[in-house]
């Protein structure tokens, strides 16, 4: 079974990624912080990771950084509040495979996930 990592430290946006990917038929980890993902990403073989740039601890831009240090091969979509175009050129130039911004509509993050995932995006 494939796993997701959604690092948020919003409940409300981790629930409800949570239940969108849940209906993709993945495994659903969560962290609430940069350093909590940091030793998730660390600890899990993981095929997606959805990442926020604005955590406590660890800001989401030295998390990607981190990463992609460690491997450059998971896709690690920045899905954030911070839409600014410095930080859209920011996110993708430290390695983010997409960067969205919030709000999202659940149905194109299901679609997106899949589509990352390797499931064609029929889910």
């Not at 600890?43 to 406590?56: E, F, G, K, T």
């Amino acid at each position: 079974m494939k796993s997701v990592l959604v690092i948020d430290d919003d409940p409300d946006v981790r629930l409800l990624l949570g239940v969108v990917l849940e209906r993709l038929g993945v495994t659903v980890l969560m962290a609430s912080n940069g350093r909590e993902g940091l030793q998730v990403y660390e600890d899990r073989q993981l095929d997606l990771v959805l990442l926020d740039a604005v955590l406590p601890e660890v800001n989401g831009f030295r998390v990607l950084e981190t990463m992609r240090q460690r491997n450059p091969d998971v896709p690690i979509v920045m899905l954030t509040s911070r839409g600014e175009e410095s930080d859209i050129i920011r996110g993708l130039e430290l390695g983010a495979t997409e960067y969205l911004t919030k709000p999202f509509s659940p149905a194109e993050i299901r679609v997106r996930c899949a589509r990352w995932l390797g499931d064609g995006g029929s889910a």
